[in-house]
């Protein structure tokens, strides 16, 4: 069972606690309030709709592990759609900027995340790496990664931007059951069969010639498909790539980013499973 699956179920019984790990008290014990990671309090600050205490441990708790990460550091934008509420699922856990913006209506589910309808709808993240000359994410070092909670085939990709020359998209199971992506490029590059689109999928470049995309932590195919010489005019998106490439899978999570490592793509996808747990996403 899920540690958050409905507010009647958070009340712990008298004399016990959740285990909700160090901080859960303040210094001095019971009668004083928790104590949060400060990017996690900022992050609370901006919610509409405040969650418990329970799911706000949980995030803090988050921030604490991902920083003492090196892919922390990397990293431009995290949404975890997951949440409490839908405002909550659109919001950058980094910052207030690039907070996703829903389009004609993508579908939110509590504790799950969004999920277009595959011809209309999508989450455009307001990233556009040709334009943000500060970002970490660069024509040689990027990272696009999105949790699928969907399994289907499709030509329709569901993460990224492709301006119809290249671009960066994911599609984590197109009609040949092939994993497709492509990060800062032309042609696409095809891993072998896979026979599901459920689970943390991460495209990442390091270099003009070295591109992995990783299923659940694990690197899958490793291309040498040369970057374009500019990347993709274009916002980044969830749900879909183009007005014409879009996919009907729901989304628990996703976050855009400097080039990781193989051990740091290993170490993103162990860093969100405590959460993914927590909330239920199968």
Known sequence: MPLIAGAARFAPKKGLTLGLGAGALGAGGEGQGPTYDPDATALFARFAT?????????????????KAKSFWSKLDALWVHAAHAPEAGRLNWLGDIYNCIPVNNPAFTTDRGYMGDG?????????????????KYS????????????NNSSGGSLAGFHD???????????????VTFRVNQ??????????????????????????????????????????EAAVANGTFRL?????????????????????????????????????RSAVGVV
């Open 186 to 227: 032309a042609s696409a590059s095809f891993t072998a069969g896979n026979g599901t689109s459920v689970g943390m999928f991460c495209a990442s470049r390091n270099g003009a010639t070295d591109a992995v995309v990783a299923r659940d932590g694990v690197v899958i195919q490793r291309t040498a498909i040369a970057a």
């Open 50 to 66: 405040q969650p418990d205490a329970t799911r706000k441990q949980l995030i803090s708790d988050r921030f604490v592990a991902g």
């Open 139 to 150: 024509r040689l070092s990027g990272t696009l990664g999105v949790r699928s909670n969907t």
């Open 119 to 135: 011809s209309t709808s999508y989450l455009n993240t307001g990233f556009n790496p040709f334009v943000e000359t500060a970002a």
């Open 164 to 178: 119809g020359g290249k671009g960066t998209t994911i599609n984590p199971r197109d009609a040949g059951n092939s």
């Open 239 to 275: 749900g879909a790539i183009t007005n014409a490439s879009m996919r009907a899978c729901q989304f628990a999570m996703g976050w855009i980013g400097a080039g990781f490592t193989d051990q740091e793509i290993t170490d993103f996808y162990n860093w969100f499973e405590p959460y």
